[in-house]
């Protein structure tokens, strides 16, 4: 009696650590955003590089949110908001009307930055750092905690 109570103990608190992890995947697949590869270690010392693209251009996205944007063959450098002190934890990239919105979290920030892939401005807004990646509804972004992000 005493091995088949340890066995369900351990099944139950087997269960519940991936309950977030489910919820976080459940997530991630319903939202448009995609997951940019990453490269290097997260420790302080050891720089970390993001990799994705968009069908304009290829993007290298640095931990301290310094980066470099290849289009047509032609290298340019882009910077992205960190705090000081900060190295970007992950990054999720989506290409919208043309423009490039990139969800970024780094130390206890996370931000939305929105980019136009031709002149490499961003506009950034800051949101929770917890967050999981949105939805796209009418020309907004409707994270799971209820704040909403106009696109427009």
Do not use: W
């Not at 490269?39 to 290298?60: D, M, N, P, W």
């Not at 919105?101 to 949101?127: C, P």
């Amino acid at each position: 009696m005493t091995k088949f109570l340890v066995v369900c103990l351990l099944l139950v608190g087997a269960a519940f650590p991936l309950a977030p992890v489910r919820a976080q995947r459940k997530a991630e697949e319903s939202s448009p955003f995609v997951l940019a590869e990453r490269f290097g270690e997260a420790s302080a010392k050891e720089q970390t590089f993001f990799l994705f693209s968009t069908s304009v251009a290829k993007y290298i996205l640095r931990h301290d949110g310094t980066g470099e944007v290849t289009r047509a063959g032609v290298r340019r450098s882009i910077y992205l908001k960190v705090g000081a002190g900060e190295r970007i934890e992950r990054v999720y990239s989506l290409e919208y009307e043309g423009d490039l919105l990139l969800l970024y979290q780094a130390g206890d920030s996370g931000y939305l930055a929105r980019m136009n892939q031709s002149s490499r401005k961003a506009r950034t807004v800051t949101i929770a750092a917890d967050f999981t990646p949105p939805t796209i509804k009418d020309h907004r972004l409707v994270f799971s905690d209820g704040a909403v992000v106009s696109l427009g």
